[in-house]
C-alpha cells in the first residue's frame, strides 16, 4: 500500500464547475496536509494547507481533512481552464515534521 | 521576494560522469530540502538541511549522492559517477522553520537525464 495515494486521474471537467481531488493516506501520526499544484515542467506550487479536521478555505479553493478516515480532499469551485494542471497531495511523516510524502498527482482537465 | 532558484534547468550526462546541481533557497530560509521524482514514480524526499547541518539524509539512494550545504545558503548535490537510473527531475524546496505547520517552496528542478 502507497503511503500517500491519489488517483492519476485525467479529471476532467467543464468550465465552471466544481473539480473534488481526493488523496488517502496511510500514517495515522501524519499532522500536516498539503496540496501542490503543479504546471507540466514548473516547479510544485503550494496552493492550500491544512492541519485540523474540517474545511479550510482559500478564494475558489477547499480544503477538507479527515483525519479519523485518513482523507483529505481539494474542491476547486467555478474550475477554469487555467486551473488544468496535476495536483499532488503532500503530508508529512508522522514521526518527522519536516518530511513530506507525496502521492502521484491527480492530473486535472477543464474543458472550456 | 526571489523563490527557491535551481541550476541548471537540464542536464545531460553520460554514464560515470560527474554532475553537481545547485539550489538558491528563499533569504532566511533555514531548512532546505532535496527530493527527486523519478519516470512515473512520486517525488521522494531526500535529505533535509538547517543551516549548513545534515538533519536527515536517509532517502539519499547511495554513497554515489553527496550533499552539501556550506555556510548554510546555497546548497549542491553531486552525483558521482552517474549512473542510468538516477535520470530524473531534482527538486529543492526551502522553508522557515521545521514545526508541524512548515510551509516547503520549491524550486523548478533539474532535469538530470544520464546516457
Redesign the interface.
Given at each position: 500500500q502507497?503511503e500517500?495515494e491519489q488517483n492519476s486521474g485525467p479529471l476532467s471537467v467543464p468550465e465552471g464547475a466544481i473539480a473534488s481531488l481526493n488523496c488517502t493516506y496511510s500514517d495515522r501520526g501524519s499532522?500536516?496536509f498539503?496540496w501542490?499544484r503543479q504546471y507540466s515542467g514548473?516547479?510544485?506550487?503550494?496552493i492550500m494547507?491544512i492541519?485540523s479536521n474540517g474545511d479550510k478555505e482559500d478564494g475558489r479553493f477547499t480544503a477538507q481533512l479527515n483525519k479519523a478516515s485518513q482523507y483529505v480532499s481539494l474542491l476547486i469551485r467555478d474550475s477554469q481552464p487555467s486551473d488544468s494542471a496535476t495536483y499532488?497531495c503532500?503530508v508529512?511523516g508522522g514521526d518527522?515534521?519536516?518530511?513530506?510524502?507525496?502521492?502521484?498527482?491527480t492530473r486535472l482537465l477543464v474543458r472550456p | 521576494e526571489a523563490?527557491?532558484t535551481q541550476f541548471p534547468s537540464h542536464s545531460v550526462i553520460e554514464k560515470g560522469q560527474t554532475v553537481t546541481l545547485r539550489c538558491d533557497p528563499i533569504s532566511g530560509h533555514d531548512?532546505l530540502?532535496w527530493?527527486r521524482r523519478v519516470m512515473g514514480?512520486?517525488?521522494?524526499?531526500l535529505l533535509?538541511f538547517v543551516k549548513e547541518s545534515k538533519?536527515?539524509e536517509s532517502?539519499m539512494p547511495n554513497n554515489r549522492f553527496l550533499a552539501e550545504r556550506t555556510g548554510g545558503t546555497y546548497s549542491t548535490l553531486k552525483v558521482q559517477p552517474a549512473e542510468l537510473e538516477d535520470s530524473g527531475v531534482y527538486?529543492c524546496a526551502s522553508?522557515q522553520d521545521?514545526?508541524?505547520?512548515?510551509?516547503?517552496?520549491?524550486?523548478?528542478?533539474t532535469r538530470l537525464t544520464v546516457v
Amino acid at each position: 500500500q502507497k503511503e500517500v495515494e491519489q488517483n492519476s486521474g485525467p479529471l476532467s471537467v467543464p468550465e465552471g464547475a466544481i473539480a473534488s481531488l481526493n488523496c488517502t493516506y496511510s500514517d495515522r501520526g501524519s499532522q500536516s496536509f498539503f496540496w501542490y499544484r503543479q504546471y507540466s515542467g514548473k516547479s510544485p506550487e503550494l496552493i492550500m494547507s491544512i492541519y485540523s479536521n474540517g474545511d479550510k478555505e482559500d478564494g475558489r479553493f477547499t480544503a477538507q481533512l479527515n483525519k479519523a478516515s485518513q482523507y483529505v480532499s481539494l474542491l476547486i469551485r467555478d474550475s477554469q481552464p487555467s486551473d488544468s494542471a496535476t495536483y499532488l497531495c503532500a503530508v508529512n511523516g508522522g514521526d518527522s515534521s519536516y518530511k513530506l510524502i507525496f502521492g502521484s498527482g491527480t492530473r486535472l482537465l477543464v474543458r472550456p | 521576494e526571489a523563490g527557491v532558484t535551481q541550476f541548471p534547468s537540464h542536464s545531460v550526462i553520460e554514464k560515470g560522469q560527474t554532475v553537481t546541481l545547485r539550489c538558491d533557497p528563499i533569504s532566511g530560509h533555514d531548512n532546505l530540502y532535496w527530493y527527486r521524482r523519478v519516470m512515473g514514480k512520486e517525488i521522494k524526499f531526500l535529505l533535509h538541511f538547517v543551516k549548513e547541518s545534515k538533519q536527515d539524509e536517509s532517502g539519499m539512494p547511495n554513497n554515489r549522492f553527496l550533499a552539501e550545504r556550506t555556510g548554510g545558503t546555497y546548497s549542491t548535490l553531486k552525483v558521482q559517477p552517474a549512473e542510468l537510473e538516477d535520470s530524473g527531475v531534482y527538486f529543492c524546496a526551502s522553508s522557515q522553520d521545521e514545526l508541524w505547520a512548515t510551509e516547503a517552496f520549491f524550486g523548478q528542478g533539474t532535469r538530470l537525464t544520464v546516457v
